[in-house]
């Protein structure tokens, strides 16, 4: 052979062993196979937890609703009489809703004021707007105020107030107001002398007023001997609820703590407050929420 073929066959030998282990590298395809989904566990409900009402969040609590009528009226009124000198003034406090509700009849409170004062006075002491406050957020009943002027300084046996109240005053307020014209829901509380008249009127007329409280009361002297008869005189089950409280500086403690110990002696129920102050408004100002509180218990 010569030297030139031999050159050119070895060439030949080399490249198509170049060849070959090129395609030894080159990555052999496979055919792609479509894969079946596995099967889901079938559901069951014996794996979730039972709902209990604790397991709920609480529910918000939605306040009672304020009536759209908030605003009370006050009213003032002259009631001619034949017993008194004068007509006698009043003032007669309308809750909220009294217009709007005109088939609803109300119970009524009659306030008495004290000495050298007028039948403003309770107003002057923030009974209206306590009255209105309780009324709206629902904490009491709705209920009527009547505040009558005693100008009188006289002793019952002289003066003719009471009978004038309970004779003509409230017969009047009945036919001109819608109340509840019944014991049950008729109640009177006075300040100082007022307080005194409330103990008349509450133990002279137990078949009137199913309560009374006096706060810094002046006992009528007149009274005073004839308190033990009246309280032996009404049955146990006619007896009116009692309040009676007073200032540990007030001139009047004498007489108030003599009164609540007869109150005691007798086995009256009572409620019953010595409280620090004096003889004065900044004291009963200070009490008007709780004693309407009181008046009002019961009342629907």
Request: hydrophobic letters at 40%; charged letters at 20%; aromatic letters at 10%.
């Amino acid at each position: 052979m010569r030297k030139n073929d031999l050159h050119n066959m070895l060439i030949l030998i080399l490249a198509a062993a170049v060849l070959s282990g090129l395609s030894a590298c080159a990555p052999i395809a496979r055919p792609i196979l479509p894969v079946a989904p596995s099967p889901l566990p079938p559901f069951s409900t014996a794996s979730l937890p039972p709902i209990s009402p604790d397991s709920l969040p609480p529910l918000t609590h939605t306040p009672t609703a304020i009536p759209s009528c908030t605003d009370s009226l006050i009213e003032t009124a002259h009631l001619p009489t034949e017993r008194l000198p004068e007509p006698m003034q009043f003032r007669v406090y309308l809750p909220p809703c009294y217009a709007e509700n005109s088939d609803k009849r109300y119970p009524v409170l009659y306030l008495l004021h004290g000495q050298t004062f007028t039948e403003d006075q309770w107003q002057r002491l923030g009974a209206p707007e306590t009255a209105d406050r309780l009324i709206i957020a629902g904490e009491v009943s709705p209920f009527i105020i009547v505040m009558p002027y005693n100008k009188s300084w006289k002793q019952p046996t002289e003066d003719k107030f009471g009978e004038a109240l309970v004779e003509e005053l409230i017969p009047y307020v009945d036919a001109n107001y819608r109340t509840q014209p019944d014991r049950a829901a008729r109640t009177v509380g006075g300040l100082s002398r007022g307080g005194g008249w409330a103990i008349h009127l509450g133990l002279t007329r137990p078949d009137l007023f199913a309560a009374f409280g006096a706060h810094s009361p002046v006992v009528f002297w007149a009274d005073s001997a004839r308190i033990n008869d009246w309280l032996a005189a009404i049955p146990p089950e006619s007896m009116p609820r009692i309040y009676l409280d007073i200032g540990d500086n007030d001139r009047e403690l004498e007489t108030a703590l003599w009164l609540e110990e007869l109150l005691n002696q007798e086995n009256i129920p009572h409620e019953w407050h010595l409280y620090p102050g004096y003889h004065e408004e900044a004291y009963w100002q200070a009490h008007v929420e709780e004693y309407l509180r009181w008046y009002v218990t019961g009342w629907r």
